[in-house]
């Protein structure tokens, strides 16, 4: 292979982005986790990127045999619940006595969660190639049935065993919860059946009889293949893979718990064999690009968590979901390159365009304020601006009938004005929010001026209400420190109080003339301190 091609490969492509990804963490995450903690952040995201990796590559062999598995989540739970019910069973008096479990029961319990795995690849295989169910139907059958069932055997294993009911079985063996407590195990699990993969479907005949499946059935049954024999291989591989990361997830959670083990998982395992390469009309991927797929998408995930911080877990599935779209659609586009078909030629992709403007505002406004809160001076409504017009652009772009060399000079030219607007609006932001407030202050009627408390805010004898003073409070921080409100006269009320209060730069309030109460300067005087109120109907009060 020459420097060229090698260049050109999808893994090269997956590791290029997973360091565009890490340093642009780096940069936006206000800890800086990667420079500060660099051991315990690869610890986590190692051991995370192991157990993903495990049922990703499962889920890769379905995908490369043209079929699909739902089920792999609720694999994952009922191999878990199937391994903490066996440990329960032989040993009743350690799991619930905190004591040492003995060897040999480890070594059985996940045997018997390996054998539970196999038969439910079996029973996928059955329900595909005899009773001819869509793979679609009947992987999503167990994906419902089997969390019940897991949660089912949980019950009654605990209620034999102590006498009660109960949905969770907790682990407090810590020899059994090193399995996953430790990093090298995982990732030596992974780097192992990863390599043996590799080897199966690369080196084999029976995985180049898995790529011939994939590619055409019909030409392989023809060819004297046995098919369904080799989708029996491949939904077994997937299950036993999916049973095995079950094992380590109540291992690394203490508890087993089939409400919640491996919930949506199943998205996150075709997410990265579609990232790492394969392609879901089957017969194409590997497994090294299913790997490092898994470990895209989980330094993804992780860069957001470090980022976002606080409910950093809501936006995990949009990721995901918008990471596999993507993927799905330039691996499917890359394989139809020689069509020449455009994504919105017609009707339909002129509402898409449409459609995706949207949706990039509705990102920017959610997600793009919290990645960039600190960095920029715009709110969330001029960033959703700026991301829908640049989408547009570049959609109005790749529709247009130009040649690759043109769609690469727009792209520049997109790519530098883009940038440079963006920089020039955040610094023109503050000025265009200032005058805004000005020209709100003077709607209402009334003027600013500035004197030695700061600027003023002079509402007197207008008539101002609480509605359209409440609109007008939040537009008063794009001013420099208001030092004195002034709306003495005016139709204000105590229903304004909280309002006027989250000015913390305010010392002087004239309430003179309000239909105040002495409750809402109570209010002000314990919220603003360093204010002097002017009763509604008295001298000044001080704090």
Request: charged share 15%; net charge positive; proline share 3%.
């Amino acid at each position: 292979m020459d420097t060229f091609s090698f260049w050109r490969r999808h893994e090269f492509s997956l590791l290029l982005a997973i360091f565009c990804v890490v340093v642009c963490t780096s940069v936006l995450d206000p800890q800086h986790n990667y420079w500060t903690n660099p051991g315990i952040t690869a610890e986590v995201l190692v051991r995370q990127w192991s157990m993903l990796g495990l049922f990703s590559l499962g889920a890769a062999v379905v995908i490369i045999a043209g079929g699909i598995d739902l089920s792999i989540g609720s694999v994952i739970a009922f191999g878990g619940t199937t391994c903490a019910s066996v440990l329960l069973l032989l040993a009743p008096e350690a799991m619930t006595g905190s004591e040492p479990l003995p060897l040999w029961v480890q070594i059985a319990a996940i045997a018997a969660t390996l054998f539970v795995g196999f038969l439910i690849g079996s029973l996928h295989a059955w329900l595909i190639t005899v009773v001819q169910l869509p793979p679609f139907v009947a992987t999503l059958a167990t994906l419902v049935g089997l969390r019940s069932l897991a949660r089912a055997i949980c019950e009654s294993v605990t209620l034999t065993v102590r006498g009660d009911v109960n949905t969770k079985i907790s682990i407090f063996d810590a020899s059994f919860r090193y399995l996953a407590n430790s990093v090298w195990i995982p990732a030596a699990l992974l780097v192992l059946l990863g390599a043996a993969l590799w080897m199966l479907l690369s080196r084999t005949v029976l995985g180049r009889h898995l790529y011939a499946l994939g590619g055409n059935e019909q030409a392989a049954r023809l060819s004297g293949l046995q098919t369904d024999r080799l989708k029996w291989v491949a939904y077994c591989l997937s299950a036993m893979l999916s049973s095995l990361a079950g094992v380590l997830y109540i291992c690394e959670q203490s508890v087993a718990n089939p409400q919640t083990l491996g919930l949506g998982y199943e998205l996150n395992a075709i997410a990265a064999a579609v990232v790492g390469g394969c392609s879901l009309q089957g017969g194409v991927g590997t497994a090294p690009g299913t790997l490092l797929g898994a470990l895209f998408l989980r330094v993804v995930i992780d860069g957001v968590a470090k980022v976002i911080k606080t409910g950093a877990d809501v936006y995990e599935g949009l990721i995901v979901g918008v990471v596999v779209v993507f993927a799905v659609t330039f691996t499917g586009r890359g394989a139809a390159a020689g069509t020449r078909r455009s994504m919105f030629a017609s009707s339909l992709g002129v509402v898409t365009l449409l459609n995706l403007t949207l949706i990039a505002g509705v990102l920017m406004a959610l997600i793009g304020v919290r990645l960039l809160k600190g960095r920029v001076q715009m709110d969330a409504l001029w960033l959703a601006g700026i991301a829908m017009a640049s989408v547009l652009a570049l959609l109005l772009i790749a529709r247009g009938n130009l040649s690759r060399t043109a769609r690469q000079r727009w792209g520049i030219a997109w790519a530098i004005v883009t940038v440079v607007t963006a920089i020039g609006m955040d610094r023109a932001y503050p000025t265009v929010q200032k005058r805004s407030a000005i020209a709100a202050v003077q709607r209402l009627g009334g003027r600013v001026v500035q004197n030695d408390l700061g600027v003023v805010i002079d509402l007197s004898n207008t008539s101002v209400d609480d509605q359209a003073l409440r609109g007008l409070m939040p537009r008063l921080d794009h001013l420099p420190p208001v030092g004195e409100l002034r709306l003495n006269g005016t139709r204000v009320t105590d229903r304004c109080v909280d309002s006027i209060a989250k000015v913390e730069t305010l010392r002087r309030v004239d309430l003179a003339g309000t239909a105040c109460t002495k409750a809402a300067v109570t209010i002000l005087e314990r919220k603003l301190p360093k204010a002097t109120i002017i009763a509604p109907n008295g001298p000044e009060q001080r704090r």
